[in-house]
């Protein structure tokens, strides 16, 4: 399944990469998922972060790398790929795109993932992209 949200921000796209710490990744996910930042390395090429999640009491531990990234005049991007998911994924590759518009940037998340049944995919879904739409006004407030 494909997920793509997109949020105008009014810092420079240099600006808005610069800024994609820890804290922030800590900032983006929503309260409702337990989870621990047990690493994180940053978001350049071999880079690792890992994350221990808390689900229904169940400890999962979601180790991802970052495997591609790329930096010109036009966009900043870097790309997380996981080895190791919680129990409900099979897949997971995330695209960060950071563009460099008139008046600020456009932050891009592009997310691809798979369950493993086609119909929890679907399931999954709306979870999903709360999940990810909630990171619009936090890249607002944080961006501003």
Do not use: A
């Amino acid at each position: 399944m494909d997920i793509k949200i997109s949020t105008k921000v009014n810092k420079d796209y240099e600006y808005v990469y610069e800024n994609f710490t820890r804290e922030l990744l800590e900032k983006l996910t929503p309260p409702i998922i337990p989870f621990e930042l047990l690493k994180f390395e940053g978001s350049k090429m071999g880079d690792d972060i890992h994350i221990l999640l808390n689900i229904l009491g169940i400890e999962q531990l979601w180790i991802t790398h970052i495997v591609e990234e790329s930096h010109d005049l036009e966009e900043i991007y870097f790309v997380d790929q996981s080895s190791k998911l919680p129990f409900f994924l099979s897949f997971w590759r995330h695209k960060h795109r950071i563009l460099n518009v008139k008046n600020g940037s456009k932050i891009i998340d592009e997310i691809s993932y798979k369950t493993p049944f086609i119909l929890l995919d679907y399931l999954c879904y709306p979870i999903m992209y709360v999940q990810f739409y909630y990171r619009k006004h936090i890249y607002k407030r944080e961006f501003k």
